[in-house]
T-cell receptor, first 114, second 115 residues
């Protein structure tokens, strides 16, 4: 079993929809949680970064972390065709995890249709 | 530079050959990471440098893989006796410093194809 599980999709939604993406994990040492967006043939781009449990909002994006359930989510409001990409969750245990090495999910492929 | 750069962007080689992949991190970033991303998968950690030294190389799959960062800036990932299973995108990331939870910024990757 992988340390981080993420549904690979693909997920197809109409423009303007609210998108919900999520990951579960098994390593209770994870303290730092990130969402990256990756366009085809590009490197991952950091979208959201949270520490421990709680919510964080940035524009149309909201990240939620529930450490008790080992579950993290990313919500995208008013989705746009330009949001079509692969979304990767990533997490680290911080310094105790060997210098913040990231453990990624497989990525969820999202397509926002006109 | 403005971001992490990696060269070459694509590399095609034959089984058994030696390859070098280069990473130029964001100026001033002391922490540097290498990851490998296979098709349809998330990136997997290979090695982490803090300054010139490899602080964690636990992700290197075997002794055919080696990385250096002699002056604490540019890093080179070296793969000897390449195998078809080494085909993947090799990603480099840098971080301002290796504080707990330091944000990592990724380059565009080098797509390695071993024929």
């Amino acid at each position: 079993q992988k340390e981080v599980e993420q549904d690979p999709g693909p997920l197809s939604v109409p423009e303007g929809a609210i998108v919900s993406l999520n990951c579960t994990y098994s390593n209770s040492a994870f303290q730092y949680f990130m969402w990256y967006r990756q366009y085809s043939r590009k490197g991952p781009e950091l979208l959201m970064y949270t520490y421990s449990s709680g919510n964080k909002e940035d524009g149309r994006f909201t990240a939620q972390v529930d450490k008790s359930s080992k579950y993290i989510s990313l919500f995208i409001r008013d989705s746009q065709p330009s949001d079509s990409a692969t979304y990767l969750c990533a997490m680290s245990a911080g310094l105790t995890g060997g210098g913040n090495k990231l453990t990624f999910g497989t990525g969820t492929q999202l397509k926002v249709e006109l | 530079g403005a971001g992490v750069s990696q060269t070459p962007s694509n590399k095609v080689t034959e089984k058994g050959k030696y390859v070098e992949l280069r990473c130029d991190p964001i100026s001033g970033h002391t922490a540097l990471y290498w990851y490998r991303q296979s098709l349809g998968q998330g990136p997997e950690f290979l090695i982490y440098f803090q300054g010139t030294g490899a602080a964690d190389d636990s992700g290197l799959p075997n002794d055919r893989f080696f990385a250096v960062r002699p002056e604490g800036s540019v890093s080179t990932l070296k793969i000897q006796r390449t195998e078809r299973g080494d085909s993947a995108v090799y990603l480099c990331a840098s971080s301002l410093r290796s504080l707990a939870g330091g944000e990592q910024f990724f380059g565009p990757g080098t797509r390695l194809t071993v024929l």
